[in-house]
T-cell receptor, first 117, second 111 residues
Framework: GAVVSQHPSWVICKSGTSVKIECRSLDFQATTMFWYRQFPKQSLMLMATSNEGSKATYEQGVEKDKFLINHASLTLSTLTVTSAHPEDSSFYICSAPVRTTSTDTQYFGPGTRLTVL | GENVEQHPSTLSVQEGDSAVIKCTYSDSASNYFPWYKQELGKRPQLIID?????GEKKDQRIAVTLNKTAKHFSLHITETQPEDSAVYFCAASIGGGKLIFGQGTTLQVKP
């Protein structure tokens, strides 16, 4: 099956610093990847769609200047949380679709636990 | 906007019993409905999915049913085992490859 990796798996940073999270498709190419945020005991909330070679599209209420997304290659998307604050502490998960028959099956990365002190 | 409602939020069953989780979606254009199982601190794992041209799909102890007219779909787990304990999420496609997720159901299977 398709494999998606994320790095780092967890990170602790000080308030005001920036953190970069990488999402890689290991055995397939992904022109599109998705970034989600999941708070404890809550559902996955779609933040943005990462598009290879073009700008990301953000969901309503997500600050594009705070959550910078770069999709520089067909196997790598990065999410940078800029000027992180404690309220940004969350579980960030990426996913990449693999086309099967007429629709795409989403495969998720293992997630990155961000703690902002 | 589009949304997916999932019920119940928690479900406790005895080992060997069946478990049913129900979801309702709002976007009539949704045509793909996956179910994910998530264990604590781990990634969501796809366990079964169904597309809009099919009413039911089964994979061993897991089955999913879809009623497009009513915009309902359900997950059925039979002969539950303690290792089935996890959080289950339903999702619906909303175009552009995007998925919108239900609120999740915490399933506890008691030995």
């Amino acid at each position: 099956g398709a494999v998606v990796s994320q790095h780092p798996s967890w990170v602790i940073c000080k308030s005001g610093t920036s953190v970069k999270i990488e999402c890689r498709s290991l055995d397939f190419q992904a022109t599109t990847m998705f970034w989600y945020r999941q708070f404890p005991k809550q559902s996955l909330m779609l933040m943005a769609t990462s598009n290879e070679g073009s700008k990301a599209t953000y969901e309503q209420g997500v600050e594009k200047d705070k959550f910078l997304i770069n999709h520089a290659s067909l196997t790598l998307s990065t999410l940078t949380v800029t000027s992180a604050h404690p309220e940004d502490s969350s579980f960030y998960i990426c996913s990449a679709p693999v086309r099967t028959t007429s629709t795409d099956t989403q495969y998720f990365g293992p997630g990155t636990r961000l703690t902002v002190l | 906007g589009e949304n997916v409602e999932q019920h119940p939020s928690t479900l406790s069953v005895q080992e060997g019993d069946s478990a049913v989780i129900k979801c309702t979606y709002s976007d009539s254009a949704s045509n793909y409905f996956p179910w994910y199982k998530q264990e604590l601190g781990k990634r969501p794992q796809l366990i079964i999915d169904i597309r809009s041209n099919v009413g039911e799909k089964k994979d061993q102890r897991i089955a999913v049913t879809l009623n497009k007219t009513a915009k309902h779909f359900s997950l059925h787990i039979t002969e539950t085992q303690p290792e089935d304990s996890a959080v289950y999420f339903c999702a619906a496609s909303i175009g552009g490859g995007k998925l919108i997720f239900g609120q999740g159901t915490t399933l506890q299977v008691k030995p």
